[in-house]
Structure formats: C-alpha cells, structure tokens
C-alpha cells in the first residue's frame, strides 16, 4: 500500500494526463480552444462596427447654386458621408425607402436666396429612425458638417458666429473612437467563458454518456482529485485560448494594450476558475452533452454576450436589467478588460472587479464542492 | 494465495431496497434483499431485464446508497465508508468504462494511476495482463478501434490492473461473440483459482448460470432464489423431456405448447423440449389428436427450465397465440415456394472499411432465415439495404420481385420492419401508435379499424390500449412494435435483433408467433446474437467481419462439428468451431 499522499498525487496525474491526452486527440476541443477566438476576432474585429463611417446620405439640391454647393461639399469632404444628389426631393424619398440611403438633406430652391436676404435659411433633415442608434449617430454627423460649414461660411465672409455656449470636445481613452478598441479586448471574456464553461460541461457530460464516469467513481479517486484534474488540463487551455487572443488584438488588430500585462494575466486566471466552476457545475445538474451545451450556451455564454457591457452598455440597460448584470461574472471580466487594454492600470476599477471575481469564485467551487458526489443518483 | 478469513462473506445484503423515483413514478429496483456471497467463487446474477441486477452492483460498488437495509462488501459497510470498498474491488460497468479516444496502454496507465499501483511494480503487472487478455499486440491501438470482444477484455484488465478482492462484472457478455464470451470465462476461472478473487457476474443468458458455482435469481427486484445450478435444477428432476416427431419442428412444438401440463416447450436443434408441471411426461391425450412418429426422451433438467417453472410459478400459461393470430392466417405455405429475397454478391463499403462483403442468400417464401454474427459483423448493413435504406455498394438486392435499387418503394410496401431499439412514439398510446402506422402504411378506413382492434386482441394489448407506450413494460413494448409492423399484412417480415434484453419469457412468447406467421406463409429475415434462437430458423447465414462464414440449417452446421467428444454440440459450439477454422485458414494463408 503506498502512502495516502503519493496516492493522491498519483491519481491526479493520471487523470489529468488522460484528460490532456483526451484534449489533443479532439478537434472539437482543439476547435473551441483556439480555431473559434480566431474566428470570433476575425468577425468582430473586422466585421462588426459600432462606428458610422461612410453613411449612404442623400442631398436635394433643388437649385444648385455657389451656395448650395459649397454646403453640398461639407458632406463630400467628410469621411462620415458619401453624399447622392438629387435634384427633387421625391426621388430622394423613394431612395430612403428604399435602403438606399439613411438619411436626406434637403436643400430647397430658396435656399441661397434666404440665406443672403434674412439669414434664415431651413434645412430639411429627414432620417431612417428604424436603426434608432444609427440615426442618432448620423443626425449628431449632419450638425457637425453644417455647424462646421456655417463656421467657415461666416469667417469667409470676416463674421464671427455668434454662440454662446460653445463645445470643446475630447475623446479620452480611444481617441479615435475605433469600436474594436472596445469589442476586441471584451471578446477575450466571450472566448474564456466558451472554453472553460461550455467545453467543460460538454467533456464531463461526455463521460456520463460514454459510461466512463461509472467506472471512475468505483476507483479509489476522491471527488476534489478528480475535480481537479478536470480543472487543472482546462485552465491551461482557456490561458492559451486567451492568449491566442490578446495576441491577436495586439498584432492584428494594433489595440493598444495601457495596464500591466501580468495584472491582465492574474485577473484572466480568476475569470477562467469562475467558467471552469460553472461549467464543472452545469455538469452536475446535466449528464447529457445536448442539455449540457443547452445551460451552458443560456446561462454563461449569452448574458457573457449580452449583459457583460461587451457590446452593450450597461448604463443604459433598464434598472432591473442592470441588477441581474451583477451575477454575470463576465461584467466584472469585461470592466476588467477594457480598462487595462484602454486606459491603463486604473487600480480601483481593477481591484475592484478582481475582488468580485474572487468572491464569486469561491462561492462557485464553495457550492461545487458541496454539490459533487461520487454517486450516481 | 487466498488472503481472505474464509468465513467472512464477500458480499452481505440485508433487508436491502432501493426505489428510483421518475417524475411521478417509482420504480421498486430492490425489495427487501438478504443474501451473503461465498468468497473465493464465481456468483451468478441472473434475471431478466429490470429484474435490479444492475442496482445491486452499484449498490455494493457504492455508487448509489440503499433506501433501506445494510450492505457489508469485504467486511466493510459501503454506506459508511464507500471509498475503502473501492479501493478492493474492481468493476466494469455494462460499457467497460474504456476511453474509445485513449489507446490500451493509457487505458490501463489510467487505471493504474487510480488504483494506485506502484511505478515498479507495472512492467511485470501489464505483462501479465496483456497476455491474459490476448491484448499483448496491440498496446498502441486506440481502445476505439477495437472489436467488441477485445474492448471487453481491456475493460475486464482496466478492473484487474491492482488485483481486486472482489470483481463485480456487469453483463460483461452481453453482445460480444460466443467466443470472446468464451475466453472471458476463462478469464474469470482463472482469476478464482489462482489468486481466490470472488467474482459477481451479472448476465440474462440463462445458459451462463450453469457456469456459475453459485446462483442469485433476481426477478422485479426480489430475490427468487439463491443457491447452486443443481440446487435449482435438482429439484425438476423428471420434468424434462425431449420429443421428435414426423411433424415440422415448429408444428410440433406449437402443439406442445398448448397442452395444459407443459410449463415450458421450446425448439431445441431439431427437437422439441418439453418441461412438465408434474415428474412425468406430458400428457398427450390431451391433444386430443395423434402424433405421427412420436419418440419422448427425459432428458437432464437445468437451470433454464427452474427459471421458467419459477417465473410462471408453475402455471401453464403458454399463450394461446394460434387462435388470436388466426386473422392474419392468408396461404398455407407450399413445398416448392419461389424466392422472395435474393441477395447476390452484395458489398458495402464505408470509406475504406467493408462493412459487408460479398454476401449472397436467397430466402424461400415462408422460410424463417436467420443472420447470425457478434456486434459489428455486418449482420445491421445488410438488414437496411434490404430495407433500401442504405444503397449497397456493389451486387444486388431483390425483395419480392423488386430491385432495390430501382423500386425500393414497392419493395417496402411488401415488407413490414421492426428496428432494433424500440421506435414507436413513446407518448403517444398504444391505440395512436397503431392508428399512426395503418395510415402510414395507408390503409383503407375499414380495414384500418379492423386491423387495430386485431392487433390489441391478437397481442393481448386491449388492457393498455391508452397508455402511453413509453410505460409499457419490454415485453409489451416489443408486441407493440412486432404488431405496428403487421399492421399493412406484410408478406416479408424483417426483425432486427428483436429480442435483445426482452426478457427469456418474452423471449419465447415472441418466437410463438414468429412461428405462427411463418406458417401461415409470411416470410421471416431475423438477425440476433443469441446462439439458441438460431434454432428457431430454417436455415442460417453466419456472418463474421461482413463475410459470410456458414449458410445452411442449423441441423448442417451443428453436424459439422459433431465429435465423438461432443456428440450432441450446441449453435454456440457450432459457431466457436466456424471462427477458429476462419482463423486457422487465414493464419495458414498469411
């Protein structure tokens, strides 16, 4: 009989051997692990904009004129626009509902005349308010073109305009406002709580399946030997699927990575034993991978998608939405993520959402270990 | 070698249940069960499916914890300290617990790791294994890519890699070929007498009990009865009989059947077997006719026919099937009937690998044909391209005069198809499934009505008719399921292992109106892995890796084999000698 320690350690090597061996022989974990980040990075980074550049904009100029014109070329000018022109306002219309264009600015024949005889001159907006957030974005784009045209329209003529609240405007922390600063460092989450929560369930489910479980559970292993060696093989690999993609941020994507790269790598540690704690807990709750894939995909990797402030904000979610935000261990991840990447090491946004994901951590293998039994009922 | 107090049993239960709970129901597994096994000998758990001989393992390997009752393995209380037993027994659960993905030996490193057997000690250790489980050649090969039979043998050394006390096996033979059933009893012998390992092995083979030093009968979660094969059998001394005739086999034995003292009466080569309730012969003036040629024999009782006399307590219950199934009864069957499937040179190829290879048979109208082989010999490939589900890859298929590969459709509509896992709609009632599958075989709306009120009478399924088919008991879901596929009066029937883990009773009940279809002209294509079914057959074809190894009638195969050693030999003998002789000449081509 060897000694109960040496046992111990010996069980937990075999199995987590078994469960390396059984991860390099799987395409479908090597998938998860590495072939699905890229994927996910290539889609969102290039794919995926939050930002309006190029907006199809529809110009009626019923009387083109030197001042119409030169109002007309404020939008050709700027990179937010690529102008249409029309010279009636019908077909403008019929464009607009026909997707071609978002947005019409209508200019009529008497435009150039009020503009010089009263100063009135009224320029017809129309937007495509079915993209709410678009249309806001390209309503706040048109008054920056003509505000900026007015500026130059008044200095032309040696006026200054006259304004009395004037605005001075800074953008801090992604000063050229690229979406994928923001999406790229945010999809790290996704990917780590893909890979520690749904192919954990899914592989532990599998030994259900397969029988494999049952012959596990009559040797002499105890259920913290075997839990760990479920974690130990997974938390490497989520690491390298993590790393995969704040490399490919880094260097594909030239996100710019402020805070320190070893807070990065600590706080993904304790995100990664929050997924795995899940995944290894949905596996208790389901011994059938569909079920398994089923919870998983429902209650790790859509609210990790969805209510972690990845993409969408969670200041602006409803108040009871914002709530439930809270048990999204992703949130704190995401917080995490985008402040080291974008501005830095700020410590209390950092310390403080590491705090949170190490309570959470503790109650989830808390909860695990209480729930894991070396039974079969 | 043996290390253990004689006196201390291996196993204690007393006063033990277990009941599962599904949603609204409870399921007793176990009722009130006391036994003691003897250390040192290999113990029989026997009893048909649901019979709780899968609870009891995992009872006394401390997976799952008894309602009630008290379980000692080795001395020590399982639900006190579960982990002390696991460290001193070994268990293969039903599927051998082997990684497919891992290859043998990091099967067996696994295992060791686990067990903890010390580093020097696992060179001489695997050795010694690998060559008793004949797995010597092929360390490297992933468990996967192993036939049935050598899976089994690795899970069985994956169990023994730190000698176990006790070796709790459960249904470790269930559909792997008679010869690897064969060597796993060797195995298992051997591990007795060399180094004293008391073994509990769990199987529905009522023929494995007679292997067994000691026999536990389990039957809906109580104990029957528990005690040595003779002890069972001992009892039926002058109870069983054996009877030829000038009649068919099946004739004869149907007729038997029906008689009022016979418990039992089952076709046995090419005789009838007959168990009577009383010590003496059946009474034959009860039939009531005379049987041209009559010859009775006593022969030996075993413990198959105290099986069946205990299950039907003794009662003759024997259906009375000829009158029920007398409204399908269409044509007498005639000597010189014209082939109905003619299968010549057939192949199936998936990717590289031949799944079938270069099979021909053809089947005579109201023949009962039986394709026979261990799991994965080609005996499923072949059944779906006569179905014409899967197209074949060369050679051709004729079903009732239509080439499969042009007319599958009216191939079909001739045939009536019984898959081998349950697939009837298990919420839907019995009266729903049947009503789905007459108009899925789109029958006329009076013809519908009167079929399914001649399969709930004719299968005794009127008193379940609006149950939910899921809740039927196997038996019962099998009638079930031979009955929707007779729905459209099919003149082909195919079965495709129709009775594995249907209980022995069942067992024979279905094989009754297998014979009562096949006399009335319907023609049967059968497969299975149980040996003794063959003898049900008029003839066989003997598959074995997607070749055919043998065709002929059982009689033919089993007279291949006679020896003045065995002058009588069994399917099972029958089928060991086929492959060692396969082996022999591949080994003499090689």
Redesign the interface.
Known sequence: ??TPR??AL??L???V??ES??IL??PSSIAIAFVMPVVLLLLFGYGVSLDARHIPLGLVLEHPDANSSSFAAAFDQSEYFSPRYYTDIQSAERDLAAQRIDAIVWLRADFSKRLLARGDAPVGVILNGVDANQARITSGYVQGAWQSWLLAYAAARGQELKMPVAVEQRVWFNPALRSRNFLVPGLVAVIMTLIGALLTALVVAREWE???M?????????IRELLLGKVMPYFVLGMGGMLLSVAMARWQFDVPLQGSFWLLLIASAIFMLVALAMGLLISTVSRNQFVAGQIAILVTFLPAFILSGFIFDIGSMPAPIQVITHIVPARYFVAILQSLFMAGDIWPVVLGNAAALLLMMLVLFAVLRRKAR???? | MTAQTPSQPALELAGVSKTFHGGARAIAALQDVSLQIRPGQVTGLIGPDGAGKTTLMRLAAGLVSADAGMLKVLGIDVAHDPLAVQSSIGYMPQRFGLYEDLSVQENLDLYADLQGVPPGQRPARFAELLHMVGLAPFTGRLAGRLSGGMKQKLGLACTLVSPPRLLLLDEPTVGVDPVSRRELWSIVYRLVREHGTSVLLSTAYLDEAERCDAVILLHQGRLLGHGSPADFSGPLAGHSYSLTANLPKRRLQMLLARLPGVVDAIIEGERVRVVSREAAPPDLRALGETIPGLQVQPVAARFEDAFVMRLRGGAADAVDTAAAMQGSTRRVARAEDPAVIAVDQVQRRFGAFYAVKGVSFEVRQGEVFGLLGANGAGKSTTFRMLCGLLPASAGSLRVAGHDLRHAAAQARARIGYMAQRFSLYVHLSVRQNLTFFANAYNLPRARRASRIQWALHGFDLADYADLPSGDLSLGYKQRLALAAALMHEPDILFLDEPTSGVDPLARREFWQRINLLAESGVTVLVTTHFMDEANYCDRLLIMAEGETLAQGTPAEMKARFRTPQLPDPSMEDAFIGLIERRAESSGAAA
Do not use: C, F, N
């Open positions: 009989m060897s040496g046992g010996m069980r090597k075999g199995m051997r078994k061996l059984q022989r799987d397969r029988g494999t049952e012959a596990l559970m009559v040797t002499p292993i105890r070396k039974s079969l009922e």
